[in-house]
């Protein structure tokens, strides 16, 4: 049961644009939320992250936006930039509930972004 | 530049042989993770470790095994390799700050078992 779902396996925008990349989880327990962008032959590099207590996080070029009642998230890039074309993760943690598994990460199967010059 | 180094980047390697793939990282991370992933899906935990001498198995089996002797190293062992096997392995680390500790991954190991 996939507890951290991206739904759209691609998406292409036009440079200059706004890429919109969403998450939708099932898990009510998860208080905190990541995104990861990935290059090819490269490891999962941390973007931003946002936790439950707040529905909006902001860093530069990219906000994350969070839902709680419809347990969707969002990633907003704008302006896009070629350079962020690369697979976006969703990942998703209970860090609230104590135990050896509060810091584990739930991740979504990716977003792969395509920016067009 | 990464500061969790994996090694080797890529492994070809016949069925039944035994493998280490190496992880170390020189943030003096506490917390070290190997996920699994293959093309196009999620990353699977398959081990953690919050500290010298402290190994959990993750969610998704596996059958390899980890051993953390120093902080700064967490080498995964696959005693047989076998086809099932081949996939991609991400070794990453956090610090001790809470919510404000994001995973830090290494570049990982492709390994193909033939």
Redesign the interface.
Same mark, same amino acid.
């Given at each position: 049961d996939q507890q951290v779902k991206q739904n759209s396996p691609s998406l292409s925008v036009q440079e200059g644009r706004i890429s919109i990349l969403n998450c939708d989880y099932t898990n009510s327990m998860f208080d905190y939320f990541l995104w990861y962008k990935k290059y090819p032959a490269e490891g999962p590099t941390f973007l931003i992250s946002i936790s439950s207590i707040k529905d909006k996080n902001e860093d530069g070029r990219f906000t994350v936006f969070l839902n709680k009642s419809a347990k969707h998230l969002s990633l907003h890039i704008v302006p896009s930039q070629p350079g962020d074309s690369a697979v976006y993760f969703c990942a998703a943690s209970a860090q609230g509930y104590s135990g050896a598994g509060s810091y584990q990460l739930t991740f979504g199967k990716g977003t792969k972004l395509s920016v067009i010059p | 530049e990464?500061d969790?180094y994996?090694t080797p980047?890529y492994l070809v390697i016949g069925t039944g042989k035994k493998i280490t793939l190496e992880c170390s990282q020189t943030m003096g991370h506490d917390?070290m993770?190997w996920?699994q992933q293959d093309p196009?899906?999620?990353?699977? /935990?398959i081990h953690?470790s919050?500290g010298v001498n402290s190994t959990?198995k993750?969610?998704l089996s596996s059958e390899s095994t980890v051993s953390r002797i120093r902080t700064e190293h967490f080498p995964l062992t696959l005693e047989s390799a076998r086809p099932s096997h081949t996939s991609q392995y991400?070794c990453?680390s956090?610090g001790n700050r809470?919510?404000g500790?994001? /995973?830090?991954?290494?570049?990982?190991t492709r390994l193909t078992v033939t």
């Amino acid at each position: 049961d996939q507890q951290v779902k991206q739904n759209s396996p691609s998406l292409s925008v036009q440079e200059g644009r706004i890429s919109i990349l969403n998450c939708d989880y099932t898990n009510s327990m998860f208080d905190y939320f990541l995104w990861y962008k990935k290059y090819p032959a490269e490891g999962p590099t941390f973007l931003i992250s946002i936790s439950s207590i707040k529905d909006k996080n902001e860093d530069g070029r990219f906000t994350v936006f969070l839902n709680k009642s419809a347990k969707h998230l969002s990633l907003h890039i704008v302006p896009s930039q070629p350079g962020d074309s690369a697979v976006y993760f969703c990942a998703a943690s209970a860090q609230g509930y104590s135990g050896a598994g509060s810091y584990q990460l739930t991740f979504g199967k990716g977003t792969k972004l395509s920016v067009i010059p | 530049e990464a500061d969790i180094y994996q090694t080797p980047r890529y492994l070809v390697i016949g069925t039944g042989k035994k493998i280490t793939l190496e992880c170390s990282q020189t943030m003096g991370h506490d917390k070290m993770y190997w996920y699994q992933q293959d093309p196009g899906m999620e990353l699977h /935990l398959i081990h953690y470790s919050y500290g010298v001498n402290s190994t959990e198995k993750g969610d998704l089996s596996s059958e390899s095994t980890v051993s953390r002797i120093r902080t700064e190293h967490f080498p995964l062992t696959l005693e047989s390799a076998r086809p099932s096997h081949t996939s991609q392995y991400l070794c990453a680390s956090s610090g001790n700050r809470g919510l404000g500790s994001p /995973l830090h991954f290494g570049n990982g190991t492709r390994l193909t078992v033939t």
